[in-house]
Structure formats: C-alpha cells, structure tokens
C-alpha cells in the first residue's frame, strides 16, 4: 500500500511524452491496418496499400512515420521494400496491444 507520493516511481515527463507519442501511432486507422497485416507477416506497401483501402503514397508516409518510431523494419529486394513488425520489445508490444483490445492476428491469419 501506498502511503505518500514518495512511494511511487514515476516517469520523468520526457519518457511520458516518448510514450504517449508512440501509443499515438496505434491510434490512426490506416496505422492499425497497416500494422494488423504487417503482424501476420511480411508484406510490401502495394499489397499494404490494397489491405487498408488506401493509396500507396499514404500507406508509405505511414510506414515512415512507423520505422522511426520503431514499430516497423524494412527491406529491400530490388525495387521492392519488404515490411515487418520490428523485432524486440516494441513489436511484442505491439501484438500484445492487438490481442488487448481482441485483435489476434495469429489467429485471423489461419481463418
């Protein structure tokens, strides 16, 4: 039990910031489809594109936007540039974050 403010451990309000601004990308729909489909595997912006309903040119910003906040890793074959969700402690979060709000992609993928 807590009996003051001094018995909690809070994070300075850098690691907030980090943290909500990279919760904040989950929050965007072409972002969560994007990162659905990129759970059950690799796959390009074209077909990416196709999955979330959306031009290639958005899904690209967003797939920008997704590797420098670390969600996402790329590469390249030729012209083409293969994604994934990033290895680590980010993409498990990640997949945890779809399987909380009932978003198994292990699960729609074997459907």
């Known amino acids: 039990m807590h009996q003051g403010i001094d018995d909690f451990a809070m994070p300075d309000p850098a690691q907030v910031r980090e943290a909500t601004d990279l919760l904040r990308m989950l929050s965007d729909p072409t972002r969560f489809s994007v990162l659905w489909a990129l759970a059950q595997g690799e796959s390009n912006v074209a077909c990416l594109a196709?999955?979330?309903g959306t031009s290639a040119t958005a899904v690209s910003q967003h797939l920008s936007k997704?590797?420098?906040?670390?969600?996402?890793?790329?590469?390249?074959?030729?012209?083409f540039v293969y994604y994934t969700v990033a290895e680590g402690?980010?993409?498990?979060?990640?997949?945890q974050a779809l399987r909380a709000v009932g978003a198994d992609p292990a699960v729609a993928h074997h459907r």
């Open 66 to 79: 997704l590797r420098l906040a670390g969600l996402v890793q790329g590469r390249r074959e030729g012209t």
């Open 50 to 52: 196709e999955l979330a």
């Open 89 to 95: 402690p980010l993409g498990a979060l990640l997949v």
